[in-house]
Structures are given as C-alpha cells and as structure tokens.
C-alpha cells in the first residue's frame, strides 16, 4: 500500500530529524506539526514564567522585606527582655523548625498519624495536592511513600479522567436535551446540514456540545463549589473570605502549598460533619477543576494551532522559523488548511476543485476530509526524496475514491458513524483548527493494548 | 438510520438511569459499563486509602509521639533555664509562623521573591507541584495566583501531554526499529499475522509496542533521572540518599510537600549551575513521572476491566452487582466479550458463527469487530423496549455486511488505515481488553472542536 510506504518514510524522517536534534525552531531542517506545537507551547510557557514571576516579585518583594524586618524586631525585643543568648534562642528555633516537621505547632493541632490523620495524608498524596502539614519522618515511611504514591496517583489519575469521561457524557446529554428542545421550539431542520437528514433524531445524533459552553459550565460549577466551600471554611477556620478562596483554588489545584490547610485545629464544632464536608468539597473541587483545566488545555491546544497556522499562512516564504511545517501522518491536517477548512462541512465528500488549487482527497479518522497541500509543502530540503511516495499515495487515494465514489461514500459514512458513536454532524460553530488533547487521547492507538477501544 | 436510533435510545436509557442516581453499584437498575469501572474505582480507591493510612498510622505515629515528648523536653529546659515566661515564648512561637509564612527561617535562604525565587514559585505554581517554601502573602498576590495559576496549570497539563505524545512517538519508533532488527535476524514473515500482509514494511506499519514495555521503559527512565538528582541533591543539600530519593518522588509526582526542598540555601557552591540542573531535573522528572503515572494508569483501567469481566462471566447471574452490564455505545465492548477476543485476530472480518451463539458484526473504531451479544443482555428490565430497535439494527447492518462484503472488507481496511495513521496490526501478545485512557482520550469526539482530529 502506498499509503502505508508514506507513513513509514513519514515516520523515518521523523526519526532522522530528532536524531539531528530537529526540535530547535530555528533550524532550516523541515519541522513537523507536533514537533511545532510542542516547542511553541514550551516556549510560550517559559515566557508565562517570567512573566509570573517578575508580577509576583513585584507584589510580593515588598512583603518580604517587612516581615523580615517586624521578625528582627520581635527576636530583638524578646532577647532584650528576657535576656536570652541569640545563640541559644536560635538553637530553640531550630528545634522548633524539626517539630514543626513532624506537625507540632505551639496551638494545639490534631494529631498527625492518628487514622483520620493518616487518612487525610493519604488523600493529599494519592490526589498529588501534597500539602505537607503532614510528611513521613521515618525511613520506612518515606519508602513506603514512593511505592505508595506510584500506584495511588495512576489510580487517582485514572479516577479523574473517568470523572472527567462522565461528567463530559452528562454534559453532553444535558446539551443535547436543551438543544433539541431549542430546536423542536424554533423549528426543527433549520440547522440541520445533514446530507441525507432523516428527521429530528438523525439530526440530533451526532451533535456535540461546543468546549467553550462545556468550559464555561465547568468554571460556573468549579466557582459554585469554590465559592460554598469559602463560605464553610471562613466560617470554621476564622480565614477571610479571600484566604479561603486562595486556599480553594490551591487545593482543588492540587497545588497544595500548605500554607492554609483546612481542617487542622484539635477541636471544631460538629467536627465529624466538618471533616466529611471537607473531604467531599476537596473531591468535588478537585475533580471540577481537573475537568476544567484539561477543557482549558483544549482551547489552548486550538490557539496554538490557530497561531501555526497564521504562521504558515502569513509566512510560508518569509518566514524562516517553520519553512515546511507539515503533517507527520494522516490524522494530522496543516493548520492553514484547517483554517481554510473552518466552514465547510466534515461529513460531505468535497469536490476536489472547490477549495484546493492542488487538491487532495485525505480519509481522516474515518470520514473523508479535503486538505490542501499547496506544493510548496513537498518541495523542501530533505522532504524532495519523499516526492514520488507523497505524489504516489495521492494518485492511490484519488483513483480509489473515483472507482468508488458512490459506495465509498456510503460506507465511510456508516463507518465513521460507528466509529464515532453515532453520525458526526458539522452545526454552526465548528471551528477546523481543532483537535482534542489529553493524557491518553494521546496514547489511544499508539500502544498495543490501547488500540483495541478508546 | 436505525443505528443512530440505538444510539439514541441508549443515551436516554443512561440518562434515566443517571437521574435515578443509577449510579449505585448494588441497585437492580442495570448499570452501564463505564458506570461500573468508575464505581469500582472509586471503591478501590478508597480500600487504598483506609489500608495507606492504616499501615501510615502505624509506621509514623510512634515517631509523632517521640516528637512531641521531645519538643515538650527542650521547652522546658529553655524556659527553665533562661527563666523566661512559657506565655512569652509562645507569642514569639507564633510570631516565627507567621514569619515562616514569609519565608523566613533562623539559617537564613535564598531570597523568596527576588526575580529567581518567584521564578522558582511560579515552576511550583504551573507543575501543581506546590512545595509552599515560597507563598503569596498579600492579597492582591493570592487574588493574582488564581488567574495566573488557572491559565499556567491548564497549559502545563497541555505541554506534559504534547510531551507524553512525543515521547510514545518516540519509544514507539525505537522499539519499531528493535522489532524491526529482531524480524530480520530472526527471518521476516514469521509473526506476520496479517492477511494480506505484503512483505516487511506492510507487517511493522501497524505495529506498536506493548503497553507493558512502555512501562518499564518509562520505569527505568525515571529510576535513572530521579537517581542521577539523588547524587546531586545529597550532595548538594547534605541530604541522605533515602532522603535526596524521596524528595525526588515528592516533587516528580507534583505531590510537594515541602518538607524538603532543594536549591533554599543563600549559597551553594557553583550556585548557577546547580540551579539550572534542579530546575532542569525538576522538568524531566516531572514530565517522566506523568508519563509513568498515565501509563500505569491503562494498565489499572485493564485491571479493572479484567476484574468487571471476570464478574460478568462468572456471575452472570448469580451476581447482584453486575445485574446487566452492557455496552453504552459502539466504542465500548463488553469485557466478557473482550476476554472471549483475547486472541483474535482484530482486522480480520470474523465469520458469524465462529465465536458467538448470536454473533452480531460491530464495526467498531472504524475496523470490523466481532461482538459477542448474548440474548440475556437485552432481556432485563427497561430494556426489554429497546429490543426491536437493537435487533432492527442488527439486521441492517448484518445485511448491508453481507451485501456489501467484499468492497466492505476492502474498504473497512482503507479507512481504518487512514484513521489509525497506518494499517493496524495483531501481534503476539495483542490483549483485548484494553482500552485507551486519559484526559482526553476521553473529550475526544464528544466535544464539538475536538472530533476533527486527535
């Protein structure tokens, strides 16, 4: 197949590229999508530090250098007082230091490694909040730790990423329901941009609920608990309302820093009520904003592809920075002729002429996808050797399509709906330029026991 | 398209059961299966917990009350022997929290929000790893890190995906080429399990390496990196190896307790250097450690789907849990049917009668699967009226099969190749019941911008 023969060179000049350490941006080597979009994103995120951290410098810096000054004070006032040697106090304050490392503070708290202790420790490792009010002291326990953790945190990241798989099933239910009823209200068909749209249901189907609806309800939801369990927590920790907040959004981040942590103090009125609300709104906040940041990562995902795109786009000749950026296999499509895609209907079998100068018929992930590939693309450095292949498939694929347009279409609409669970529909606001990410979509397909289902 | 109606009809069957809270492992209401593996996660998470903090509770309470007795001991020789007032020292106690809070420690360290210290911050902020040496004090510094922590967290995620993606890319290449070597030294064609399998390249397109060798790839890589900053931390920070090891798991994991963080010193010797090398063994632990976690994750979602399968065969009915676990869509088999696939070849187009009593062609992700239904599925409870369409689609698609078989099998093959960016192979030691996990395994083709591509 001489499809195969086009991913198999694909994949070894892949390998030749990362060989010769082709994931420098700058480099006049051909650099692929992902390739791309990873360093784009690493240097995006580097530049997102720096940012941060001059602000927090700036915010904090100030801060700093005056509780260092009220503490030379106090110790000062206290020596002079009492009359104690520097030396001696410091000694203390170290000792202090150690117990404070086994959970000791001067207000009495809970005990640390008492079960619900230990429990509430076990939590914060296997969800990777981490807030160290707790922390092994012992060798056992350290070791212990890292056998434990290895197996608690795959756990629990599975567990998010179900919960992130049903809350996104019922989401998608509940958007539907409301859609359809939208649609049964102001007149069903009107959007349906079905081919062959047998009726309400067909058209319904294969609707997706848009990410940035599915962002703002998960926000709205990760608010909701956010904003309830401030309430809970100023009341029973005597934190303003800001702290409780702050110390929401670094718990359910699984940030964890320690600074507030909840739920610490010996004795609390209904304390057992008080513990269960805790670690239900620590659960619910943590897998809510789980949720929410992989949403966010999507549109993310988007930008950055949106922006490669504007930089193939704009710059294909000028631009010294992606001089051949093209897709490494075939359920990558360019960026540009995503964007140049951004309207048009993904189910229908696109006449190869309507978008293309040079177009070329592409099955993608089951249904047939029209991508442009201007030549320009197969004309670089090191890709002209693959020219016969690339020309070859194209030749393939197309002559293929011809001798069975009729059937062909049929049948990748019957697989792509089975594959896809159900008939995939293009409505209103389908943006080309998208893709999903993740964790494992990642690695769907890519291992052996990974291929078999989703 | 009666499909579509099966579809259909089970999405408002699963809604029912949501909205009856069908949620509950032991109610008679029949339960899906992806209900049922987050249930019995969930479940095994928390016996995880109870049993973590059991064992934690009895390795490091003994230390805790050893602490305590011990700090309580150097109290009272302080105060005893500088006479100074317990009240007293108890409000300089508090005084040093709070100035601990700000980072201030009796050895002096580092600068916290100097521009390297809030940059060290923000690295904790995005990684979730949250260490909490360093913690925004003012309230217009926590109100910021929300906004800035929702965004950097998000894209974070994002980059360790790319990363995760790249570097499956990459073994999977590696190991292609191992499997590659070991096929012609050992004589090419002789696992070559495909059909119409055309010679060398046509047998390694399809292959991906085991989930399992990933495993112990990733495993090792990690061992090594953590390893290799164990030296440099112990010798660095005067730690213990266990120590260096276990600080190495804390912060590689994004669990961050902060009970020992390295690089906190005012000065090290070659003090640029070694920064660099903490943030950047940091980063490749990190990124290692996630990549572990997901994919022993696919190993447990297996496990888990193992263990559901073993309850639906064996109990079928004699058990209550599982009264009529079924597949919610086309993607998801049932586990017993997987585990009567085991060794099935997966591209092959399965005659009816080979495997299954009541056999039932499934195109499933776009190749052809054999689904074992019994009759015994589709008879429980609200079921029972979704037997005409279940059985309606049965037969227009057994009949389109058979109809169309040859062109099918062709075709089927075609588009399944494209989809999965090459054709798909079985190989050895191919389980099937497996199935992709992870964030957004998950999101993707459920959500509207994420069903064009990966």
Known sequence: MLLQWHLGACAVLMAQRRAAGGCCCCSRAPLNEDNARFCLLAGLILLYLLCGAAIFSALEHPFELRARLLWKQQLENFTRRY?????????????????????????????????????????????????????????????????????GCAATILFFNLFLERIITMLAYIMRWCHERRLRCGGAGVMSSREESSGEEDSLEGWKPSVYYVMLILGLASVLIACS????????????????????????????????????????????????????FILMGVCCIYSLFNVISIIIKQTLNWILGKLVCSGQHKLCSFPCLRTKNQNQKRPAARLRLNRMKRNAVQPVSTQCPIGRQRYTDGSVETVCDSETDAGAGAE?????????????????????????ALLQKQLSETAHQGPRQSYGHQNGFSGGVGALGIMNNRLQETSVDR
Chains 1, 2 share one sequence.
């Not at 702290?243 to 057992?272: K, M, N, P, W």
């Not at 020219?387 to 009729?406: A, T």
Request: glycine share 10%; charged share 15%.
């Open 384 to 408: 002209v050797h693959l020219g016969r292949r690339l020309s070859g498939e194209m030749i393939s694929v197309n002559e293929f399509m011809v001798s069975n347009k009729v059937s062909l």
């Open 229 to 280: 369990a401030s309430t809970l927590y100023s009341s029973m920790e005597n934190w303003s309302y800001v702290d409780s907040l702050y110390f929401c959004f670094v718990a359910f981040s699984t940030i964890g820093f320690g600074d507030l942590v909840s739920s610490q103090r010996e004795h609390y009125e209904s304390q057992g009520a008080y513990r269960l609300g805790n670690c239900l």
């Open 83 to 151: 009359r104690v040697n520097l030396g001696a106090l410091h000694t203390l304050l170290r000792q202090y230091e150690q117990a404070n490392g086994a959970g000791i503070r001067v207000d009495i708290l809970r005990p640390r490694w008492d079960f619900s202790g230990a429990f509430y420790f076990v939590g914060t490792v296997v969800s990777t909040i981490g807030f160290g009010m707790t922390t092994p002291a012992t060798i056992a326990g350290k070791i212990f730790l890292i056998f434990y953790g290895l197996i």
